[in-house]
């Protein structure tokens, strides 16, 4: 039943996946067979229309396979492109054939079609169908209208590799370069946004080379927006009480620079900057911290970095921008006529540098309440899911999907530490690269895991990779080039139990503000796994018996109800073996009943060696021990019912009285043959089992010996 579903599935998913190409091929046999030849008629126009929503159905899925990033979309969009070709192709051939043929007034239609397609298909696809084109006309020339002169079939053929050709070297390259210039301005624009959030100091930026615009991004340009619409206003206010020719605010740069925040000028002449921290009157009181008021200026003057010629400007006065203590730039006001500025306008500038730190302070204050809501949105999301999880894969797949949320990665791995066997596991990776490393088993070494689980520290300490210096598992792991990579550890009690591993291919990934979010995140994953690991103990204890490791009994007549469930649903075989050691009281009472736990630890360990995967094995009670054998008739449980006792029978146990060997006698009945139940199939082993120890021990026996 299962290979039939199978193959029903197999055999549905390959229509879905060649429909469009069957329709395509569908639409040019009808071309071929000049079905459309002259006709314009209703059953022709329903044809078309079925064929049109085809085309637009198939196109849909294009675009939607467009807007995904999955492996293997591209593969099926280049699929799609050539389906919605071979169906424009042959719509527009049928259109042509309706009115006229090769030589009639509708063929240049052709042309604008192939050039439409060599334009907009993927590279190799619309080689593909400049050439389908050429083949398609030369296929209904020969069998749909031999009369067209073959000079008349050469000329169109030479004219579609023209307009292929034109599109594909010429279209095709303007619009590259529209879309990289497109491109090249967002960077720009992200970039700009970045270094104004960082100038401002918004708590941070977010990293460079993320081209999907997510929540940070969205959160960072908005306060940018809003601080620059309070400065600008703040200084026009300042322009039109004082009668300024230009008011405007400089911050220093990570490089020491001045870079212009915001200004309000009637002046063309304003340059870009950035300006040297140093030079004229602006310098002095950006990087020393003095207040100039410069009286009387001659027409000319070279001391004012912000004009890219010499200033028209006859009173100056700057004053410097302090926070907490720190000097950040200049505040500066200037007018072409010969009007110092007085101490009470002085003071109002120096009045006005607060009101801009405190739209500074505010959206600082808000950016950070903003990303303190969306962290602990993620966190308790990602609490609620690994508090759930009760496996170790239910909790790797949680922790992975909440790293996600807080810091964008490329690859990501959770590794375990064993202080035991002092190795270290990767459980579980994800991203490039993760099928060279998931289950990478190394012993303790040098790189950055196992100092992060002997240190319980994160590192490297700034999150920048250098795979020349450092090594994220083992030197032998192939992964792609990474220039981010936090390690932080996962912690439970003061033990390092793993570590949390994410990694990125461009740098600055992992800024400040994500690590401590993300270590919070790891302190959950630890606890979440360190509970997934509790309960599985907790279940092998309530399922196993603690000296063989073999099912106990009350797991074992679970097992056996499902089996039998199983085998009656699918008309299965279900053979059960029982077996019992011989003599087994006088083992204890001779050799005592440490040696006697011994016997019973080997025998459970021999069934475990010789079962199949699928075979279940259990400590019935006492020395007592049951096999299910799934699929298996009489004979197949008899011939693994020998090996046992014959292997059985070979052991040597070396006792304080000397050598000792023992033997078993195995009962053996199967499904449906001997019995219609679970608890009918377990009494008929039971009493050949007992038939075997009348019957002299060490043998095995069937329902047939009962």
């Known amino acids: 039943m299962s290979s039939l579903v199978h193959a029903a599935l197999t055999i549905r998913r390959t229509a879905r996946a060649s429909f469009g ?42 675009w939607k396979l467009e807007q995904q990033e999955r492996e293997g979309a591209q593969r099926e969009t280049m699929v799609l ?71 008349t ?51 941070a930026a977010p990293s460079a080379g993320n081209s999907e615009e997510h929540d940070d991004e969205r959160m960072f340009r908005s306060s940018v927006e809003e601080v620059r619409d309070a400065l600008y206003h703040a200084l026009d206010l300042l322009k039109r009480s004082l009668e300024l020719h230009t008011c405007i605010l400089l911050f220093s740069d990570p490089d020491g620079r001045l870079r212009i925040v915001e200004l309000v000028t009637d002046s063309d002449d304003v340059a870009d900057g950035p300006f040297d921290a140093g030079a004229g009157a602006v310098g002095a009181v950006a990087s020393r911290g003095l207040t100039m008021n410069l009286e009387h200026v ?34 500066c006001a200037d007018r072409i006529d010969d009007r110092p500025f007085t101490a009470r306008e002085e003071e109002l500038l120096k009045s006005a540098i607060g009101q801009v730190l405190r739209a500074l302070t505010n959206e600082r204050v808000f950016v950070q309440l903003q990303r303190s809501k969306r962290e602990q949105a993620v966190l308790f999301k990602a609490s609620q899911a690994l508090g759930g999880a009760l496996s170790e894969d239910q ?65 490297p300490y700034r999150g920048e990779f250098d795979a020349r210096q450092q090594t994220l598992f083992t030197t032998k792991a192939k992964l792609p080039e990474l220039k981010s990579v936090l390690v932080l550890p996962l912690v439970v009690r003061e033990d390092a139990i793993g570590t949390l591993a994410v990694a990125a291919q461009r740098s600055d990934a992992f800024p400040d503000f994500t690590r401590p979010t993300l270590q919070v995140l790891a302190n959950q994953i630890a606890i979440s796994l360190s509970n997934a690991r509790a309960v599985k103990r907790l279940e092998e204890m309530a399922t196993t018996d603690g000296l063989t490791g073999c099912l106990n009994k009350r797991a074992f007549l679970e097992e056996l109800d499902a089996k039998m469930r199983s085998a009656e649903r699918f008309k299965r075989k279900l053979s059960l073996l029982v077996t019992d050691i011989d003599h087994f009281k006088s083992v204890n009472d001779t050799y005592g009943h440490a040696t006697g736990d011994v016997v019973i630890k080997a025998l459970g360990q021999l069934l475990m060696k010789m079962k199949r995967e699928t075979d279940r094995v259990a400590r019935f009670g006492g020395e007592e021990f049951c096999v299910l ?4 008739d009489t004979d197949g449980a008899v011939l693994l019912a020998e090996r046992v006792r014959e292997e059985l029978g070979k052991t040597v146990f070396q006792t304080e009285l000397g050598k000792l060997k023992v033997t078993c006698s195995i009962g053996v009945a199967t499904y449906p043959r001997d019995a219609k139940s679970g608890a009918e199939l377990f009494e008929i082993t039971d009493k050949a089992l007992y038939a075997a120890k009348r019957g002299g021990r060490n043998k095995v026996c069937t329902s047939k010996d009962v």
């Open 21 to 62: 190409l069957v329709a395509a091929g569908a639409l040019i046999a009808l071309d071929l067979l000049g079905v459309f030849r002259g006709a314009l008629d209703v059953e022709h126009g329903v044809v078309a229309a079925a064929f049109a929503v085809i085309a637009i159905t198939r196109g849909i899925a294009r």
């Open 81 to 151: 492109e050539l389906e919605l070709g071979l169906m424009l192709l042959g719509g527009t051939h049928a259109a042509v054939q309706a009115l006229g043929g090769l030589e009639g007034p509708l063929y240049p239609m052709v042309y604008v079609v192939v050039a439409f397609l060599a334009a907009f298909a993927k590279k190799p696809m619309g080689t593909v169908l400049v050439l389908a084109a050429i083949a398609l006309e030369g296929a209904i020339w020969i069998l749909g209208e031999p009369s067209v002169p073959a000079r």
């Open 153 to 203: 079939v050469a000329l169109h053929a030479l004219f579609v590799m023209f307009f292929g050709v034109l599109n594909l070297l010429f279209t095709r390259a303007e619009i590259a370069r529209v879309r990289e210039r497109s491109k090249k301005e967002r960077a720009e624009e992200q970039q700009k946004a970045q270094e104004d959030a960082r100038l401002f100091r918004l708590v």
């Open 298 to 331: 001659k027409p000319g003057y070279k001391g004012l970095c912000y004009y890219r010629s010499p200033a028209l400007v006859r009173a100056f006065c700057g004053v410097p921008v302090m926070e907490n203590g720190h000097l950040r730039g200049a505040l």
């Open 395 to 459: 909790v790797i797949e949680a922790g992975l999907g909440a790293a996600t949320s807080i810091a964008r990665y490329d690859f990501a791995a959770i590794t375990r530490w064993d202080d035991e066997k002092k190795q270290h596991q990767v459980l579980r990776a994800v991203g490039e690269g993760s099928e060279t490393v998931s289950g990478l088993a190394f012993r303790d070494n040098a790189s950055l895991t196992a100092m992060v689980v002997k240190n319980k520290h994160y590192l």
């Open 629 to 632: 054998c799934e699929e298996t």
